[in-house]
């Protein structure tokens, strides 16, 4: 008789990082404000050389206010994989529309200002209105989003268990030749990142301060790869307003928007740089970075991956480059 095997069960929940705000501005009340992720890092210099024109971004989220004035002009058409009859247009969850801001929002004197304000992004609803979802869902849309011929892919979300449906479709995005990068998580030190940003075919990415410190609330582990502003970060919410908020969430958009300044740069003017898979970015963004100013983390991967990218840095590249 043939001997009966049970199946392990897979969890296929997941949800946004919890999150809160910090402080949320109207419209009227939000004159063009640079973060201080925009100052630190001097980026209005790296925006002589490229704005991320020509670079589109996915972004999977709980869906993004596809009218915002800030980011309006930079989305492009996306899919609600939640209720397919349905946009991916959401009021009442800011978690996506603030992850666009930060990549794409435009220089037009209103509000904020994204890392990459020429940068386009499709907005993909994976998950519902409270920042639940499922993971079939989210390997559903990454699978449409690298049919759509995007460059990027950014989720900030996961959970702490591998899905294996999950991890073949970021691989159908690299074979395509397109970047995933994922939230490390925000469950303080772990013996490993969240799931996706776990994977070796994604660039999982921590959190650090205004002075360059690691974010308690960061997730640690050897497969960590970076860290990037994720604390205090202004950008867009609905229903037109901005707000503050922290999380790996945050720091994640960041180094999709400078990957799309780097990419945007190297097309514009053909260098011969090589940016075809996701080790490729690693492996350049490992040449540009500084290390957190906390003694007890600063050099220990496991803590802040390769460090904080520093597109100061880049800069000095790119005029090498010319």
Known sequence: MKKEVKKKQVNLKCKLPKFEFEEVLSL????????????AFNLP???????????????????????????KNNLLPGKNFVNPKESPNELKCCHGSHVTGTICAENNDVGMIGIAPKSKVIPVKVLDSNGNGNMLNVAAGIKWAADQGVDFICMSLGCPNPVPQVEKAIDYADSKGIVTFCAAGNAGRTRQIFYPANYKTTIGIAACDENFSRADFSCTGDDLDFMAPGVKIFSTVPENWYGVLSGSSMATPFVVGVAAL??????????????????????????????????????????????????????EWVKNHK
């Open 28 to 39: 009227q009340d939000a004159s063009q404000k640079s973060g201080w992720e925009i100052t």
């Open 262 to 315: 780097v990419l945007s740069y190297t097309r514009k003017n053909k260098t011969n740089i090589k940016l075809k898979n996701h080790e490729d970015y690693r492996q350049l963004f490992r040449k540009y970075t500084i290390p957190v100013s906390n003694p007890e983390f600063a050099g220990k991967k496991f803590f802040e991956g390769f460090g904080i990218i520093d597109p100061r840095k880049m800069e």
């Open 45 to 71: 210099e790296a925006w002589q050389f490229s704005q991320g024109e020509g670079v589109v971004t996915a972004v999977l989220d709980c869906g993004v206010q596809l009218d915002h004035p800030d980011i």
